[in-house]
């Protein structure tokens, strides 16, 4: 039992901390990051089993972890409100060509990145975008604005 508590405790302690890190950092790690979060996954092991190293408190720990995974799943499922807590939600960074400072420092997003993400939608300049959104899961997602009906006739 005091392994399910372990785990319940450390669940806890890591939802909250993927949560403190921010949507963008969860985006995209850097390579150090990624070894930072392995480290820290046997860390959690080692606080979580302590030295029980037996089959039993390896699957009383992974399964604690999978059913409150599970548990908070289904309540974002079931309930609008919990999911906004739980997942979050996405953020406006660029409103009709231009950035919104306020939101952008706020996820700790400098405008090389908006930039960077930008080209890789395959869009050059920042007049071009109608909106950006910042995605509960990192990533950036952009709605082109439409041309002016005077560059709509000419292409055609």
Sequence with gaps: M???LRATAMFAV???LVRLLGKRELGQMTPFEFIVMVVIGDLIQQGVTQ???SLTGATLAVGTFALWGLVLSWLSYLSPRAARVLEGEPRVI????KVLDDNRRRD???RMEIESE???A????LEDVAWAMLEP???????KRDPPRGELAEKD
């Design 94 to 97: 660029v409103r009709h060509g």
């Design 137 to 143: 899961n990192g990533k950036i997602s952009f709605i």
């Design 51 to 53: 030295n029980d190293f």
């Design 14 to 16: 890591l939802y909250l």
């Design 118 to 120: 930008m080209r890789l």
């Design 108 to 110: 700790r997003l400098t």
């Design 2 to 4: 005091e392994i399910v």
């Design 122 to 125: 395959g869009i050059a300049r």
